[in-house]
Structure formats: structure tokens, C-alpha cells
């Protein structure tokens, strides 16, 4: 079977992510092991990568019982709680929050202590349960409101002032919609464009990407959330997109004759990774 692969040059980790894996990299070369607060990226052919590097995962429970040792924070962040238990239990931070997630955390903090004396609230649109997320509320002391849809818009309290914020890997589009009902709700409504400038450029460009092949794999751990917003976009311009996380889940039924098949990927995608999915392919494709 001929096909025509091409990698899009544009996917691959985003600059926070490819910070926080250096920086366990370069730790690791002198260290036998570094604990991560969380899953460092959302991919788990990633993850086995850097835990045969040392790399071990834990969990807030974990945390508490640790004592005098290094972890890692990785990009999503962490809520002011975490730094506090760490500074308790005498732990060492290597600090990878995301610089666009730590100024968005910073400005979520002043603006609910701002709106506090107005009786005001703050709203997130993000994934509830999400680190980033959680780093975010926890900013409020818990009090922020969190939505997921523009469904769960109705939740919010149009009586009290209210200032609007996104996850930053969120679709532009959604988060577009939903402010305009907001604001539509509630004039005087606060609302801050706070997605990723990386992130929303992605958005437009995998559009464009996904229009121009007949056929388009889509690279990403099932559990990251980034990616079930970019293949969501994908597979709404193109139906023949599927969605896999390594080269043994290709199914050759997928093609057809002439194919030309797009390599893309969430942020939490390294480029090996869709090099991986490129060189298998040509290799079981070749006459």
C-alpha cells in the first residue's frame, strides 16, 4: 500500500512541558531517582520512558509522609497547600510550574482578593479535577467556581460580580462562547483571555493540517486533557482521525490506496514519539 506521511512540524511538547522534562533529565543524570508530584506529562509511553531513568510518580499522600528528600512540580502547578507541606516536611522543590500557569495563578489570587470585598466570584473553565485546575482554585482557598461546558455556565451567580478565567490548554473557541454568554448575562463581567497563546495557535494550525491529508493519526496519551480538546478538532474537519497512543494500535484497515496520512499530537507529545508512528509506518508500507 502506497502512502504519502508527513509529520505536522508544529506538534511536539509545548515549552512548559519540554521545560519540566529537561530539568528531570538533567537532575537524573546525577541522581539515581526524582519523585514527581504528578504524572510530569499526561503520556505514558513518556512516562515509562523517564521512569527507567528514575523518574517515580507520587501522590499528595505520598507527599505527607515523605521527609528531608527532592521532588519535582511539574508545568500544570501546584496550590499555595503544596509549598506549605513541603517547607513542613523539609522537601526540596524543583519548580517547573509553567510560567504561563504561574502568571495566571498570580492574577486568579488577586483578582479574588479584589472581589472578595464586593462579595464577587471567581469562575474557571477548565477540567474539574485537573492539576492545573486544582493549583488555580487552590489559589481562592477552594472558593473559585469551576465549569466545564458552556452548560454549566447557568451555575454561575449572575447577581454578584463575577470575573472569568480559562485553563490554559482549553479550546479558544468554546472558551469564546462562553464568555460571550457571560458577558450577555452579565455586562460588567471580568473576563480574561488566559489559554495559552501556544496552545490556541496550535488550534488554528492542526485545523489547517488535519484539511490537508485524507487521513490523520492523532498521537496522545488518553489521559491528557489537551489532547481530547486537539483530537476533537481534528476528527470535526476530518472524520478519518483516530486517536492512539503507540505504533501497535495502527490498524492498516484505516487506509486506503494513496492515502495522504497526517502525524500530529497533543502538547504532551514528544516529537519521537510522532517519529516513532512516521518511521513505522513507512517501514510496514514500503514495496
Not at 508544529?10 to 522534562?21: L, P, Y
Not at 529537561?22 to 520512558?49: D, F, K, P, T, W
Not at 495522504?260 to 510496514?284: D, N
Amino acid at each position: 500500500m502506497k502512502l504519502t506521511l508527513e509529520i505536522d512540524p508544529r506538534s511536539g511538547f509545548c515549552n512548559g512541558v519540554v521545560r519540566a522534562v529537561q530539568q528531570a533529565e538533567n537532575y537524573l543524570q546525577y541522581s539515581r531517582h526524582l519523585y514527581s508530584l504528578g504524572a510530569i506529562v499526561h503520556n505514558a509511553v513518556e512516562l515509562e520512558r523517564l521512569k527507567k531513568k528514575g523518574l517515580e510518580i507520587i501522590s499528595i499522600a505520598d507527599l505527607r509522609q515523605l521527609r528531608n528528600d527532592v521532588i519535582l512540580v511539574r508545568a500544570h502547578g501546584e496550590p499555595p497547600q503544596t509549598y506549605a507541606l513541603a517547607r513542613a516536611n523539609g522537601i526540596q522543590i524543583i519548580d517547573c510550574t509553567c510560567p504561563v500557569v504561574l502568571k495566571l495563578q498570580e492574577r486568579v489570587r488577586e483578582t479574588w482578593l479584589r472581589l472578595k470585598e464586593s462579595n464577587g466570584q471567581v469562575v474557571i473553565f477548565g477540567k474539574k479535577g485537573h492539576a492545573e485546575v486544582n493549583g488555580l482554585v487552590g489559589q481562592t482557598e477552594g472558593d473559585a467556581l469551576v465549569i466545564g461546558s458552556l452548560e454549566e455556565a447557568v451555575a454561575i451567580d449572575y447577581s454578584r460580580p463575577v470575573a472569568l478565567f480559562s485553563q490554559t490548554t482549553k479550546d479558544p473557541d468554546e472558551y469564546r462562547r462562553i464568555c460571550d454568554y457571560v458577558t450577555q448575562r452579565r455586562p460588567d463581567a471580568e473576563v480574561y483571555d488566559t489559554i495559552c497563546r501556544q496552545v490556541a495557535q496550535r488550534h488554528a494550525s492542526l485545523v489547517e493540517f488535519a484539511r490537508n491529508h485524507s487521513a490523520v493519526l492523532f498521537v496522545s496519551g488518553y489521559e491528557s486533557s489537551n489532547g481530547k480538546v486537539l483530537f476533537d478538532l481534528c476528527r470535526s474537519v476530518n472524520p478519518r482521525t483516530w486517536w492512539l497512543e503507540n505504533a501497535s494500535q495502527i490498524d492498516f484497515s484505516w487506509f486506503r490506496e494513496g492515502d495522504t496520512v497526517g502525524i500530529c499530537g497533543a502538547t504532551s507529545t514528544p516529537k519521537w514519539q510522532l517519529e516513532e508512528i512516521f518511521i513505522y509506518l513507512q517501514a510496514a508500507t514500503q514495496e
